[in-house]
């Protein structure tokens, strides 16, 4: 590491368990964190100074400035006023204008579309004339989802048919939005990527993500089964995502695998600018983790490798904390407890599990499944 490099300062916005990773990867490059967030229990307390005061509070922001080589976020809803404070200022990494895409489904779909990516059917929605319209088109059943501030699944509205169009509008809360054609996916899989501000691209193997009721349960790493047409038409939409954004940072883009076999294609659902829940399992299972390329790219340095070191699984634990030992009682499984309560559908921990095998993964992760429960 170069001295210009040394002892930089590195400023997230938001202090969960995102910014708690990213601070733990940037300790190991000698770098330092300060995390603002306005909740003074925030995880990443516990890797990082922390300035307690709202993302908006003009004054938390220029000692944030003031005091960081870089600012980077650990989510994507950080008000537009956040960047425009700091602008100028201090350099943010990624760049607001990929926070403007991500802050908004249908910025993200014209942005896809604007680069050939291929996307679920869908409607922009904006009244309920709009969503009748929309589900005539494309049909029911349908997934009515807010433009902005959704995640884990909140957000949505499964229409079963044009009957609950009514009902569905009125439970989002008659808020723009977009009409999601139902994917009959053969799997979920995602792709993490980094770009350096040097224009280096690294990719992380495929993913394959299981999600219920919105939430991801379960990532495996590499994907099996992916052929190097899929692979390759992953990597070309992460790569001229990143071009166009002129990207640095982390990124992830959340795929649907239609079909199977040669005729398998994959549609892009959404994109996350920032480290992702698929790819926590980079942190033992990869050769350099998503978080620290994620602080490599913002301090201006190159990307280290990004090869998998064996087959890996990444369990999150959701809501409850398992019962005592529980978590332990698998010798293998590198326990991240995040320091968050608990609170239902709430993410409060991670497991990776890594085998040299896919056979010996399987094992190990059925029996953790059988302990944990
Ligand atoms: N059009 C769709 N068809 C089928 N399932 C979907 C569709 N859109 C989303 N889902 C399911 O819901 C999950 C969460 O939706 P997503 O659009 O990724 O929102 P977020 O992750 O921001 O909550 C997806 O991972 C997938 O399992
Ligand atoms: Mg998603």
Redesign the pocket.
Known sequence: MSAQHANQVVGIIGGGQLAQMLARAGKDLGARCIVLDPNPDSCARSDAELIVAPYTDADALADLAARCDVVTYEFENVPARVTDALAGRVAVCPNPQALRVAQDRLNERTMFADLGIGT?VYRTVDSIADLIDALDQIGAPA?L?ARTL?????G?VLVSDIDHAEDSWNTLGKVPAIL????S?AR?LSIVAARSAAGQIEFYPLSENV?RG?ILRVSKAPARGVSGQLEAQAREAATSILEHLNYVGVLAV?F?QIGAGDDAHLVA??IAPRVHNTGHWTIEGAQTSQFANHMRSAMGLELGPTTATGHSAMVNIIGDEPRPGALQAVPQAHVHMYGKSSRPGRKIGHVTLNAPTTTELDALLERFTRVVG
């Open positions: 679920p997934l989802k959704g995640y884990d699944g909140k949505q999601d054609a139902f994917v996916f979920e999600h919105g959340e649907f659902n959404e």
